[in-house]
């Protein structure tokens, strides 16, 4: 499966600040990258769709204004969290689309840690 | 809407016990069911996966059978170790079409814990 990692792993920031996530996938021309939530204890939660060269689809409830979402190239999508409030504080994932068919596997990176206080 | 129900956790077991975590879906078609582990500290690992009914997913010791009746997808282990403690979660998606993505649907995660 394809190999996909995230910077930072954790970061610290104030109240107000904008932070960007990266999600790299290492081994794999990736179209189509996923970015997840995921709260203490809790399942995950879908946020956007990122589309290599376009703009991302965000689900309901999500503000695109807050989560800026850029996925310039094939290897390499981001996340920025602008003027953040200690309630973005979550656990972010991105997975990376494994093909298209059927199966539509994801294969998922570590995640990022983000606190604000 | 689609959706995935897990049996309430947490689940704590001794070594070498047998494993069962349940899992229920809603959906109105015939998706592509997927277990996915959570080691702490870590991203998720994709453990097994079933894409049409009365297959079997099995990896490292689990196993899983996709049931259309009963709509269900429930976890199984003869014997589980220590290092299985981890956030099980069940999963589905529906193909979208030849040219994009189905969306992953989670189930609420069971935490496992296994005791020496």
């Known amino acids: 499966g394809a190999v996909v990692s995230q910077h930072p792993s954790w970061v610290i920031c104030k109240s107000g600040t904008s932070v960007k996530i990266e999600c790299r996938s290492l081994?794999?021309?990736?179209?189509?990258m996923f970015w997840y939530r995921q709260f203490p204890k809790q399942s995950l939660m879908l946020m956007a769709t990122s589309n290599e060269g376009s703009k991302a689809t965000y689900e309901q409830g999500v503000e695109k204004d807050k989560f800026l979402i850029n996925h310039a190239s094939l290897t390499l999508s981001t996340l920025t969290v602008t003027s953040a409030h200690p309630e973005d504080s979550s656990f972010y994932i991105c997975?990376?689309?494994?093909?298209?068919?059927?199966?539509?596997?994801?294969?998922f990176g570590p995640g990022t840690r983000l606190t604000v206080l | 809407g689609d959706s995935v129900t897990q049996m309430e956790g947490p689940v704590t077991l001794s070594e070498e016990a047998f494993l069962t975590i349940n899992c229920t879906y809603t959906a109105t078609g015939y998706p592509s069911l997927f277990w996915y582990v959570q080691y702490p500290g870590e991203g998720l690992q994709l453990l097994l996966k079933?894409?049409?009914?009365?297959d079997k997913g099995s990896n490292k010791g689990f196993e899983a059978t996709y049931r259309k009746e009963t709509t269900s997808f429930h976890l199984e282990k003869g014997s589980v170790q220590v290092s299985d403690s981890a956030v099980y979660f069940c999963a589905l998606i529906f193909n979208a079409g030849g040219t994009s993505y189905g969306k992953l649907t989670f189930g609420q995660g069971t935490i496992l814990t296994v005791h020496p």
């Open positions: 081994d794999f021309q990736a179209t189509t």
């Open positions: 079933a894409t049409k009914a009365d």
């Open positions: 997975s990376v689309g494994g093909g298209r068919g059927a199966y539509n596997e994801q294969f």
